[in-house]
């Protein structure tokens, strides 16, 4: 195959964009197999980089985990439990930009942890600012190993129909959770953890006029069982799949 044919190709393949994060944005990036990259193509989208040309070369985005969402985003309390040293409000409004111009564009998303916390915030909702230390032996991380635990998916939901499961096992490591009197416009859960107290997925109630977009408190990028996993597997292959059809 000669170098035009090779550029022509390359020019074909659809970008997903993955936002930079400082914590583990390596797994985000190798989560892509070789054979997914047959198809598509990743772009880092960085808030150190500010490379806001890049956003608009994507025809999906990864919104990745990482540093709490800084709390005026959501007129929460400055001062709480467990708090991070500094925030990243440059990022915040880096991210801002994505999520904005991928509902203009109704290009697909994908949030993780963080990631789907500020969905929900840029939709109007708050969050749970701490889980507390002793009350959250379920979900937060200890020594950098991810907890794992048990999930409920609910009914007539996109995340049901993706991962064709009503339960499972996802791994997690935050502190933070979305409210759930304080869920984001046009948002509703598509998943609980098993006492149905944390909010482990929201999806987009009314999808008229929507692009594809899941959102999940979860790591499925860095599950010790990805390659088999439905809340790993199926949810990557949705995904890239409707990055596929994006027409633009």
């Not at 916390?117 to 109007?124: D, F, I, S, T």
């Not at 009350?135 to 991810?146: A, Q, T, V, Y």
Request: charged share 30%; aromatic share 10%.
């Amino acid at each position: 195959m000669d170098l035009g044919v090779n550029l022509k190709k390359n020019r074909m393949k659809k970008k997903i964009g993955i936002s930079f994060t400082k914590t583990n944005f390596k797994y985000y990036w190798n989560w892509f197999t070789p054979e997914d990259l047959q198809d598509v193509e990743l772009i880092k989208l960085s808030f150190e980089e500010n490379n806001v040309e890049d956003i608009y070369k994507c025809n999906g985005f990864i919104l990745t985990g990482g540093v709490d969402v800084d709390p005026s985003f959501y007129d929460g309390a400055m001062k709480y439990k467990n708090r991070p040293g500094t925030f990243q409000p440059d990022r915040d409004h880096f991210e801002e930009k994505i999520y904005r111009h991928s509902q203009q564009s109704k290009s697909p998303v994908l949030g993780i942890c963080r990631g789907m916390q500020l969905v929900n915030v840029l939709e109007g909702g708050k969050l749970i600012q701490d889980l507390d230390i002793a009350g959250n032996k379920k979900h937060r991380d200890e020594k950098s190993m991810d907890k794992e635990h048990y999930i409920i998916t609910e009914d007539d939901t996109l995340l049901y129909q993706v991962t064709a499961s009503d339960s499972g096992y996802v791994n997690s490591a935050h502190h933070q959770a979305i409210d759930p009197l304080a869920i984001g416009n046009n948002l509703k859960v598509n998943a609980y953890d098993d006492d149905k107290k944390i909010i482990e997925g929201i999806e987009f109630n009314d999808k008229t006029n929507k692009g594809f977009m899941l959102c999940v408190q979860w790591h499925p990028e860095r599950m010790k069982d990805k390659e088999k996993n439905p809340f790993s597997k199926n949810i990557k292959n949705k995904f890239i799949s409707e990055v596929k059809e994006v027409s633009n």
